[in-house]
C-alpha cells in the first residue's frame, strides 16, 4: 500500500501451497472473522460488555504466524488478541465465556475480552497496557532458555507500542541475552487515532528493531501465505539459537479501534482500498486457481465455522457466573507455599 | 595435653552481609534462582549487597541489567510465570517508580485476572529511606505504595536476623515479593547464629516487650524508636515496640495484642504520614480495639515535604527520637 525505502528484505509469497494447507490457513481466518463478527451482533445484543476489539482485517498474520509455531511455543498478546488466541488453540467456548463473564471462561470472567488467558496452550494473556506484555514476553522466553527448552515466545503487539519505553527497553534486553522471542509488530497504522506519522519520527520500524542488532524485516500482513513464510523463516532462525527476530506486518484493521470508536480520523477511501486487500478472498482466489477449492467447499467451510461458533455462543449462555463469595479467590495463590 | 576446639556458634554480620548471605542460601538451594538488576555483578551492587556473587555463580545467574527498570521487572515477571525464581533488583525505590506499571498491572493482578491460571513468583528487592543527605530524588520511602496493592506481598527487613532468612521465605511464596532494604543501616553489626534459624516475616515482631505504650513501627526507623524507647524507660515509661515486617498483609494480631496490653498506642514510620502504613494500623486499632484505647492513637512520620539535601533540615524532616518521645508523652497525657 505504501512505497517506502527499507533496509529490510521484501519477501515475494511462494507460488505454491498445498491444498490440505491452504485449506487448513482459509479456516483458521474464517474462524477468527466469522467469530468477531458475531461477537459484533452479541455485543449489540448486550451479551458482550466493556471494551471490544476487532481484528478484522488482520486475520492473515495471527493465522501465518501461528502456523509456524509448535504446540508448547507461547504466545503474549495485547486486548486485540481474539485471533491469537484462536489461532493457538484456545477452544471458542470458552473464550466467548469469558467475554460473557461466565465462570467457563478461560479466565473465569475476570478478564473479558481483553484479558484471554490459558495455561494449557501457553497463551500468556492479552494485555491492555500498551506495551506492557513486551518485557513479559521477553522473560518468558529467558525462562525456557535458562531451562534449556527449546521453545520460542511469540509477541503480539501493535505499532503503537513502539512509542512506548518499555518496548526499546525489552528488545534491547532480549538482544543483548539472545533471547528466543520473535517481537510481531502488527502496523495497522493506526493507534487510536493516531496516524504512524504523526507519532513517529521514523516510521520504519524494522529500521529501529534493527537499531538493536536484531534481524527484522518487513511482511505483508494482507497475505497469510507471505505472513508464513516470512515467520517461519524468522522462527527457524530463533529457535537454531539466533537470539530475537523483529518482524514488521504491515496491516490495517477494517473496524474501529473498540465499539466506542466512531473512526472520525480516518479517510474512508482508505479503509476502502484495504479492504480491497482482504486477506480472505486474496486466499480464496489462491486456492480456486491452484484448483483446491470451488464454491462448494467454501460453502461448506462457512457452514463448518458456523456451526463451532453457534456451538460457542451455546457454551457461554449456558456457563454459570462465578459466585460472588469467589471475588477474592486468586488474589494471592491458593497452592500451599 | 589435649585441647578441644568449640566451634563458634555466632557470628558479627554487618546488615549487608547478611542479606547476602540470605542470596548466597537462595542461589545455592535451587537452580531456578537467579539475580537480575542494574550494576549487581561486576560493580557488586549499589549498597554492596551482590559483591562477589558475579564470581560465584556466574553471568548466567547473576545478570546485569541496561538501566531498563521497565524491562528488569517485566522481565523478571514473565520468567517467574515460566518455571524460574527470578530475584530482581531496583537499586532504590525512587527507581521503582518507573516499574510501577509492571509490578500493580502484571505482578499484582495476572493470579487474579487469569482466573487463577498464572501465579508469578517472583522477588523484587529494593531499597528505601533517608538520611545520606542524598536530597529528594534518592530518598524516597515508598512502603506505603506497594502496601497499597493486593496481589503483592510487601515485606521490610531492617534487622539481622531477618536480612539473614527473608529471602528463604520470599522464595517460598507463590506470588510477588516486594522487599524493602534499608541503606541507612547496612553497615550496623550483630552478632547472629551461624546456622540462621527460620523466620516468618508475615508476622510482626515484638521487639521490645513492655507495658505502658505500644509503639509500631517498621523500616530502619525502628532503631530510632528503640533509642527513644530506652530514653522512655528512664523516664519510666515501659514502651513495647512492634516491628511489622510484612506490610501487606498486615498481622493485626499481634498489635491488637499488644494494644489490649498497653491501651496506648504511637504509630511510627518513616515515609509521609498522609495515607500512610501507619494511617491504616491507627485505623485498624480504632475499628478493632477502640474500647481498649485510654487515648487517641498518636503518629509521627516525616514532614510532608520532598527530603532536602541540607543536613539540619534532612534531620528536621525524619522522625528523631524527642519527636517520638513527645508524642509517647502525649497518650500517655503526661505532655
Ligand atoms: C500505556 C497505555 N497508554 C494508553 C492506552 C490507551 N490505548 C489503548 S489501545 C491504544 C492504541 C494502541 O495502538 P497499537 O499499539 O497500534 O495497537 P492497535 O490498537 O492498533 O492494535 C491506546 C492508546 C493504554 N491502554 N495503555
Ligand atoms: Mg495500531
Redesign the interface.
Known amino acids: 500500500m505504501t512505497e517506502r525505502p527499507s533496509h529490510a528484505t521484501e519477501l515475494a509469497p511462494p507460488p505454491d501451497v498445498s491444498r490440505e494447507h491452504g485449506v487448513h490457513l482459509l479456516r483458521e481466518m474464517l474462524r477468527i472473522r466469522r467469530f468477531e463478527e458475531r461477537c459484533v451482533e452479541l455485543y449489540s445484543a448486550a451479551k458482550i460488555r466493556g471494551f471490544l476489539h476487532l481484528y478484522i482485517g488482520e486475520e492473515a498474520i495471527a493465522t501465518g504466524v501461528m502456523a509456524t509455531l509448535e504446540e508448547d511455543d507461547a504466545v503474549v498478546s495485547t486486548y486485540r488478541e481474539h485471533g491469537h488466541a484462536i489461532a493457538k488453540g484456545i477452544g471458542m467456548g470458552p473464550i466467548m465465556a469469558e467475554m460473557f463473564g461466565k465462570v467457563d471462561g478461560v479466565a473465569r470472567g475476570r478478564g473479558g475480552s481483553m484479558h484471554l488467558f490459558d495455561a494449557a496452550t501457553r497463551f500468556y494473556g492479552g494485555n491492555a497496557i500498551v506495551a506492557g506484555g513486551i518485557p513479559l514476553a521477553v522473560g518468558v522466553a529467558l525462562a525456557d532458555r535458562m531451562q534449556g527448552r527449546d521453545r520460542v515466545t511469540v509477541c503480539f503487539f501493535g505499532e503503537g507500542a513502539v512509542d512506548e519505553g518499555a518496548f526499546h527497553e525489552s528488545i534491547n534486553l532480549a538482544s543483548l541475552w539472545d533471547v528466543p522471542v520473535l517481537f510481531a509488530c502488527e502496523n495497522n497504522r493506526y493507534s487510536m487515532g493516531m496516524a504512524l506519522e504523526r507519532a513517529e519520527a521514523q516510521t520504519d520500524l524494522a529500521l529501529k528493531a534493527a537499531s538493536y542488532a536484531v534481524p527484522a524485516w518487513h511482511v505483508d500482513g494482507m497475505d497469510v501465505l507471505a505472513v508464513e513464510e516470512g515467520t517461519r523463516r524468522a522462527i527457524t532462525a530463533i529457535r537454531g539459537g539466533g537470539g530475537p527476530v523483529f518482524i514488521e506486518y504491515e496491516t490495517y484493521r477494517f473496524r474501529a479501534h473498540s465499539m466506542y470508536d466512531p473512526d472520525l480520523y480516518r479517510d474512508p477511501a482508505e479503509v476502502e482500498a484495504w479492504k480491497q486487500r482482504d486477506p480472505i478472498p486474496a486466499l480464496i482466489g489462491t486456492l480456486k486457481q491452484l484448483g483446491h477449492l470451488d464454491d462448494v467447499g467454501v460453502a461448506a467451510l462457512e457452514a463448518e465455522v458456523e456451526a463451532e461458533i453457534d456451538e460457542a455462543v451455546a457454551f457461554a449462555e449456558d456457563a454459570p457466573l462465578e459466585p460472588v463469595e469467589d471475588l477474592h479467590r486468586f488474589v494471592t495463590s491458593e497452592v500451599a507455599p | 595435653m589435649s585441647t578441644t576446639t568449640v566451634e563458634p556458634t555466632t557470628v558479627t554480620l554487618t546488615l549487608r552481609e547478611a542479606l547476602k548471605q540470605s542470596l548466597r542460601d537462595a542461589l545455592i538451594r535451587d537452580e531456578?534462582v537467579?539475580l537480575m538488576g542494574e550494576d549487581i555483578g561486576a560493580y557488586g551492587g549499589c549498597f554492596a549487597v551482590t559483591m562477589g556473587l558475579l564470581d560465584e555463580f556466574g553471568p548466567?545467574r547473576i545478570?546485569d541489567?541496561?538501566l531498563?527498570?521497565?524491562?528488569i521487572?517485566?522481565?523478571?515477571?514473565?520468567?517467574?510465570?515460566?518455571?524460574?525464581r527470578?530475584i530482581a533488583e531496583i537499586m532504590t525505590c525512587n527507581f521503582s517508580l518507573l516499574a510501577l506499571?509492571?509490578i500493580v498491572?502484571?505482578a499484582a493482578t495476572?493470579?487474579?485476572?487469569?482466573?487463577?491460571?498464572?501465579?508469578v513468583p517472583v522477588v523484587i528487592r529494593t531499597t528505601a529511606g533517608a538520611g545520606k543527605q542524598l536530597a529528594a530524588q534518592h530518598s524516597h520511602s515508598f512502603e506505603p505504595i506497594f502496601a497499597h496493592i493486593?496481589?503483592i506481598?510487601v515485606l521490610s527487613v531492617a534487622t539481622h536476623e531477618d536480612a539473614r532468612g527473608v529471602l528463604c521465605q520470599a522464595l517460598?511464596?507463590?506470588?510477588p515479593v516486594v522487599l524493602f532494604e534499608y541503606p541507612r543501616i547496612m553497615t550496623m553489626e550483630a552478632e547472629v547464629p551461624v546456622e540462621p534459624a527460620p523466620v516468618d516475616l508475615g508476622s510482626a515482631a515484638i521487639r521490645r516487650a513492655g507495658s505502658d505504650v505500644t509503639l509500631v513501627t517498621y523500616g530502619a526507623i525502628q532503631h530510632t524508636v528503640l533509642e527513644a524507647a530506652a530514653t522512655l524507660a528512664k523516664d519510666g515509661i515501659d514502651a513495647e515496640v512492634i516491628d511489622l515486617r510484612s506490610l501487606r498483609p498486615l498481622d493485626d494480631a499481634t498489635v491488637l495484642a499488644s494494644v489490649a496490653r498497653t491501651h496506648r498506642a504511637v504509630v511510627v514510620e518513616e515515609p509521609w504520614r498522609t495515607l500512610g502504613v501507619g494511617a491504616e494500623v491507627a485505623a485498624r486499632i480504632t475499628e478493632e480495639a477502640f474500647y481498649d484505647l485510654d487515648a487517641p492513637v498518636g503518629r509521627i512520620a516525616s514532614a510532608e515535604v520532598p527530603m532536602p539535601y541540607a543536613k539540619h533540615l534532612e534531620e528536621a524532616a525524619l522522625p528523631q527520637v524527642p519527636a517520638i518521645v513527645a508524642a509517647v508523652h502525649r497518650v500517655m497525657h503526661r505532655g
Open positions: 531456578r537467579f548466567e545478570r541489567t541496561p531498563s527498570e521497565v524491562a521487572i517485566g522481565t523478571a515477571i514473565g520468567a517467574a510465570m515460566n518455571g524460574m527470578p506499571d509492571q498491572n502484571n495476572l493470579l487474579h485476572m487469569s482466573g487463577g491460571q498464572f501465579n493486593p496481589g506481598r517460598e511464596d507463590p506470588d
